[in-house]
Each structure stands twice: as structure tokens, then as C-alpha cells.
Nanobody, 124 residues
């Protein structure tokens, strides 16, 4: 069992940056693949980024590639999402997710645990 708590969301102007954090409870954080997803109003939840637990390989949605960076610090049980060059279309609730002993994937249904989400609003 793992619990996830996101933080770092807020209001930022277009072109700005934010760093989201996801703190995980539990002693086996390093064995979880971690992902970030987002859901805008009236939209389905979509994949943003993921990082594997074996080799820290990363995956990104095309819409954020080159602007967002996912990373993890296993000593702190935390995964980060650095978001640069933010656009109004990045506005959404961002969710952290964990998948035990699994490969990082872009499919939200592969993830076992979810955080409550943090709001990111990008003004134009």
C-alpha cells in the first residue's frame, strides 16, 4: 500500500514554470513506476509523463516533450514534475500515480495508486 500527496500547483503566467512534487508513503517506493496525469475541465484524464523503477527511463506525452521533466528521488520517496514554458492549455488538475513492480506506461489503468491531485492554472 502506498499513499501519494501532490503539491506545488498554483497560478502562473504563460511562459512560466512550476515544479510539482509527489510524496509517497511506504518503504518500497523505489519499486514503483511513477506517472503524472492531468485532467482539464470537461476532458478525460490524460497521460503527461512517467518514470520507470528499474532504470529511471522516462516517457512523455508529445504535448509536453521538451518542456516538462519527470524525475525521482528514492531517498526522499518523492517524484517531481518540472514544468517549463507553460501554456494555457496545460491548465488542469495534475495527478500523481504509482504502479508497483511494473514498467512505466502511458495507460492510467495500469496504475494502482493515485494522489488527490493539485491544480495548475496557466493564464494567458
Amino acid at each position: 500500500q502506498v499513499q501519494l500527496v501532490e503539491s506545488g500547483g498554483g497560478l502562473v503566467q504563460a511562459g512560466g514554470s512550476l515544479r510539482l512534487s509527489c510524496a509517497a508513503s511506504g518503504r518500497t517506493f523505489s519499486s514503483y513506476a511513477m506517472g503524472w496525469f492531468r485532467q482539464a475541465p470537461g476532458q478525460e484524464r490524460e497521460f503527461v509523463a512517467a518514470i520507470s523503477w528499474t532504470d529511471d527511463k522516462t516517457y512523455y506525452a508529445d504535448s509536453v516533450k521538451g518542456r516538462f521533466t519527470i524525475s525521482r528521488d528514492n531517498a526522499k520517496n518523492t517524484v517531481y514534475l518540472q514544468m517549463n514554458s507553460l501554456k494555457p492549455e496545460d491548465t488542469a488538475v495534475y495527478f500523481c500515480a504509482a504502479r508497483r513492480f511494473g514498467l512505466a506506461t502511458m495507460n492510467q489503468y495500469d496504475y494502482n495508486y493515485w494522489g488527490q491531485g493539485t491544480q495548475v492554472t496557466v493564464s494567458s
